[in-house]
Every structure is written in structure tokens, then in C-alpha cells.
């Protein structure tokens, strides 16, 4: 099957070992696995036996990532290995060649070239900066004048932050119903603020994915999930058994121990995140040549710059001079732009930001 | 995309626990986490930070696994989690709806079903018992007749146990180079016995899927990879961007730990896999009513009852009378078999047989 490059991350793959200062990564500062052995004060570690596990997941995990839900029980809840396996599982296990699935631009590229890589119609709809990264009523309205079968949310967004609240999120389930649509709603930049609505807890063909990647800081551990209706988890761990037996005793043991400890780490990850926003701020007050919609959540925005040259080639420069690191927007389909994360050490933010400045200012007086 | 229920894997996830003598499982004896962290001499633990890691996996990790092989660097593998997912990377990445696929039966049912649900023509050979489990030429000569895109083999094969050997192997490749075939080989089998040869040191498009799961007795870890030329192997990581992230720093480290202790791994393997071989081959001497083709190497073979009973109903019989647990053969389109696994502490194999000995006699003498 054909499928197109994925920009983003093969940017990432490609350059993000030579970053000083990350200003990119969407990661909260992850944390070491001694740190994490130290969170196991039941030695629930001692007992692990390194065979499959319980195949569909350990049912202590999935009551800890419950927590993070309104509703549900153990039978809503499969695990995988991160948040975008769980979009590639929902993907293959619900659309065939010829379906008709609908996301945003700009967005994370996955949602687009892999269905379309097995023969699906993928429509985008724009969202648009002069809108606060939101998109127009008539927009949606045009893109459910067809059968959708599915339509593919990330809330918050990667890479413009957009927060589709529970008015919003109605308002697209509103459309959704029209044909049944199933509503994959990438959540893995959800935090746990009762204002941030899952569509699992709102419809019966929502389709919730998440994981400790992100907000949880525990990318290493390879641990995410799908929450939806128990009928639809049931169709998906048929295809899951042809892609992977289970995540494993020893994932499921270390996920447990850390979502144990859920509203400390989330409490950890948004002081980070606000500790960075509060230094975009401060930047961008007196930046005549940058611009950000500052996002109520999640950890990711999208910075626009002035300057009369393209994204990438700003992008490698500022690595290979400076070793400030950016995804450039044109990795989603939008130049002029650079992918920001809230997530690092605020001391990095700022000294990347002032490198960030002195350029943009170099460029602006040439 | 239709998928039919993997027959297999459902019967080991709805029934595993409930076995007392398991002697169906195909890992060796899994290890303790306890015992994995005492291998670790080095701290290499230590050091781990919990992020993405190196995207396409640990090269101290990818050196360890090239002892396995004959040829090959680094740029030759790609991290997975597991062998399944690994095929199943392989499979999406080489093949699209209307290409033809040939496999074996009995064999493992990802390699027929997974292809044929994005629209594959699946043709698959007989393994024959009366052959020793091997299949005719004049089948192997029909299959080829038109392009093959994809060749599938489990070497040794699940559940027969057949094992190709070189002069085998370069049989298939001699067929698979007349449309420049590509020939995936499942050798999570595979131990390193030097006439165990890998496809991927034989042949340009031969690719090699390997993992910890059953030989390395870590199935926990979910490790895997896939070895094969640079240039399949740059093609199979664009995918596996799309797929997953990596199989992540801690996962890898602790593999690299077991890995560098391979060879005791693969001894204490043998060892209980030939004391295994050797209690069936005592139980089949005084057995009318069971047979068995002994398997040249790996933990799998697949064994033959007589009695006026299906397989399904038999091994229900078993499991809930007497807590024995076998997967039924008709999981593999094959009746009246059991798939059986080497794995076990030879007195839990023994006492299973000694109980599958009563019921064999008890059916036959009513």
C-alpha cells in the first residue's frame, strides 16, 4: 500500500538528537526509571512474570486509567502500545477501502495518509489561525453533506493546541449522529481538568485513545489505551490479535504503579506547562515577529514567525547554528510556522527563545 | 476491513488461565522480572530515561541480535514489539489488496487471514502428515505458476513444527526469485544452532521476523524485529512511523541485557525443550492412540489423537475435568490434532499426559 512519509516524525527521527534547547517535543519532561521503581512501594514489580500477561491488559491499569474517565468499566478499556498504535488498531479495524473519513488541517498526519493509503476519501477541514485555529461552521456543515464514515478529532491538537470543549464536541457529535459516524477522538494530550470532556463519555460510536506518553511523562513505557462502547472494543481486540499478543505484564506493572500516582503527575506536568506558557508570554510582549493563539490546554501550540524564509530551512539553521530545535509547520501542511511543546526545564524555553529572538530580529533587519 | 477471529490466539486468551497442565504454551519457562534485573551487572538500567528512546531502536540491542545471523549491520533491523507485529508490519508495508500471497497449512493464521482482510488472493500448500509434515513439489510447482508477491514461512513452523533446512530454503528462494518474490520467514523459532539458517542471510528479499517471546523465554518484554536487506528494512521503518513510535528505551535496554546473555538463554531453552522431547517420546512408545511427528528443533510439534471425539469438544473435555490444555488443531484447520509446546517443567508435562494417557484409553474402550 502506498503511504506517504510521515513529516513529522521523520523531522523528529532525523534531527532531534541534535537539539540543545528541545522547544519541540510535546513530552512533559520524562521521567528515569529509577524514579519510577521507587513509585512501586508495594513491590508489585517482584511478582511479575515476563510471559503475555493478561492478554487484553492488566484490569488493575485499566481501573487507574479509568479514573480519567466518567464513565466505563474494565470492559471499555484495550491497551496498546501508545496512543498512535491505538489510532492505527481503531483505523484498520473500522474503514475499508472506499470509506469516507474527515479531520483537520493543519493536524497530525497520520489521520490523513493512513487511510488513505488503504483507499479511503480523506477530506480535511481547515482550521484557521485568524479564528483562533477553529473552523468554520460552513466547513463542517459541507463535510457532512456525505456519509462520513469516520470522523478523526485530536483535543487538544497537534500542532494548534484547539480545545474542542463540550459544547463543541456536541456540536461535531450533532453531525456525527447524522449517519452513525464513529468519532476517534486522539486524546493523548488530554489532561484531567473536569472541563476537558472525553467523546467516549459523550457518544455511543466515541472512540477515546490515550497514554502516558504525553501528559503522564512516561513515553518510554510504550503504554496507551482505547476507550469506547464495549462493542466496539470487542470488534477492535479481534484485529488487535492479529497486530500484537498484549503490551505485556511488565508495561501493565509499571503503568499501574504510575497512574496510581495519576493526579501528582498530572499536577507535575501542568505546572510545567503553565511555568512554559508564562514565558511564551513574556516573549512574545514585546516580539513584533512572532505570534501564538496561547492554547487553554495541552502542552502543544503553534508559533507563527515573520520572516522571508520558508520553515525548514529556518528550522535547520536555527539546529545546526544554534541547536534550538523546532518542527517546522510545513511537516503539517502550514509554512511560517514552527510545532511548540510546553514541556521542558523553563531555563531551556527561555535561553531557546532568546536565540529565537536575536534571529528572528536578524532576519527582520537584513 | 472484514478480518476473520483468530482462532488461536481467542482460545489461549479465553482459556489459558484456566489451565492447571499447560501443555500447549509455545514460550519456554518465561523468567521473573527479578531475574532480568539481576542480569544487569552494568546499571544500564540506571541511565534510563523514560522518552521515546532511539526511534528505530537501541544499537547496542540491534549488535546483540545480530549474533543471531550470519551477515548484516545495524541499518539490517528494525525494532517491533513482538514477531506478530512485526509480520504484520512487513505485510502492510509490501503488500496491497489483489496481490497474491502463498502460505502453508496448517500453519499460523496471521499469515492467510491478515492478507486476504486487505484483499489479498491467499493460496496455501498442504503440510502433510504422512510426509513428516512436508508438502509435495508438484503443490509448491502449481502455487508458482502465476506472480507471487509474498511467500510465508514459520521456520520452524506452528503448529507442525516442520523445519526447512538450507537445501530446503534455497529450494523456495530457487521459486521465490522468478518474480523476485518476497519471502517473509516467522522465525520466532528459531534457536542458533548453525543449521537453523535465516533467510535473510540467503536471500536479497528475504525478510526475518524474530522476537524474546518463546526461545528467549521474555515474551514480557514484547520485542521483536525484522531483519532483512537496508533498503526493505527503510521501507518497512516508513510505515512503522505510522504504527508506533519505538518500542522504547527501557524495553530495549532490557533486552540488550538479556541479549548479551544469549547463549546461556538459548542452552537453558534446549534444555528443556529436548527433557520435554524426550517424556513424549517415552509416552508415545506404549500409545496407540496418539502420534507424533518429533520436530528437529523449536518448541512446537503437533500431536495426532485417535478417538471418535473432535478436538474442540476433547480439549474442553480436558481443560475443565482435569485442568490439561491443549489448543485444538481445527484452530489451525486441522482436527483431531493438538498443537503442543516443549516449554514446560517436565513434571507438569508429565502429569498432563499421564491424565491425556486415561482419557485416550477411557474413549477407546467405550
Excluded at 67 to 75: C, E, M, R, V
Excluded at 86 to 113: C, H, I, W
Excluded at 177 to 198: A, C, F, H
Aim: net charge negative.
Amino acid at each position: 500500500m502506498h503511504l506517504e512519509d510521515f513529516l513529522t516524525e521523520q523531522w523528529m527521527n532525523d534531527h532531534e538528537n541534535d537539539a540543545v534547547y528541545n522547544l519541540t517535543d510535546t513530552c512533559v519532561q520524562p521521567l528515569r526509571f529509577p524514579e519510577l521503581l521507587a513509585m512501586d512501594e508495594d513491590g508489585v514489580l517482584q511478582d511479575v512474570l515476563l510471559d503475555y500477561g493478561v492478554i487484553t491488559g492488566d484490569v488493575r491499569l485499566k481501573q487507574e486509567i479509568l479514573k480519567l474517565y466518567q464513565s466505563g468499566t474494565a470492559d471499555n478499556i484495550t491497551l496498546t502500545h501508545g496512543c498512535l498504535a491505538a489510532n492505527e488498531l481503531v483505523m484498520y479495524t473500522f474503514l475499508k477501502a472506499g470509506d469516507r473519513v474527515v479531520s483537520f488541517t493543519p493536524g497530525y498526519q497520520q489521520f490523513t495518509s493512513l487511510p488513505a493509503s488503504f483507499g479511503c476519501h480523506v477530506h480535511t477541514i481547515p482550521l484557521k489561525e485568524e479564528k483562533g485555529w477553529m473552523m468554520e461552521e460552513a466547513d463542517l456543515q459541507k463535510a457532512f453533506e456525505e456519509n462520513v464514515r469516520m470522523l478523526i478529532i485530536n483535543n487538544p491538537n497537534n500542532p494548534t493546541g484547539t480545545f474542542f470543549d463540550k459544547p463543541m464536541l456536541e456540536k461535531l457529535i450533532g453531525y456525527c449522529r447524522k449517519y452513525n459516524t464513529i468519532l476517534l477522538s486522539d486524546e493523548v494530550y488530554r489532561g484531567n481538568d473536569p472541563r476537558e470532556v472525553s467523546v467516549s463519555d459523550l457518544y455511543a460510536y466515541g472512540i477515546s485513545t490515550g497514554s502516558l506518553s504525553k501528559m503522564f511523562s512516561l513515553a518510554g513505557l510504550r503504554l496507551g489505551w482505547i476507550k469506547a462502547d464495549a462493542s466496539l472494543i470487542a470488534k477492535i481486540n479481534v484485529r488487535r490479535d492479529y497486530s500484537f499478543i498484549s503490551t505485556g505484564p511488565l508495561a501493565d506493572a509499571m503503568a499501574y504503579i504510575a497512574m496510581k500516582k495519576q493526579d501528582a503527575l498530572m499536577l507535575r506536568s501542568r505546572k510545567i506547562i503553565e511555568e512554559n506558557k508564562q514565558i511564551y508570554a513574556e516573549w512574545l510582549k514585546d516580539m513584533p515577529y512572532a505570534s501564538l493563539c496561547m492554547p487553554s490546554y495541552g502542552p502543544v501550540g503553534f508559533l507563527r514567525y515573520e520572516a522571508d524564509i520558508d520553515d525548514r530551512t529556518l528550522a535547520l539553521r536555527l539546529l545546526k547554528e544554534h541547536g534550538v530545535f523546532f518542527v517546522p509547520g510545513s511537516c503539517f501542511g502550514k509554512d511560517r510556522h514552527f510545532r511548540i511543546g510546553f514541556t521542558r526545564d523553563p531555563h531551556e524555553t527561555a535561553e531557546g527563545l532568546r536565540i529565537l529572538r536575536n534571529v528572528l530580529y536578524e532576519l527582520n533587519q537584513k
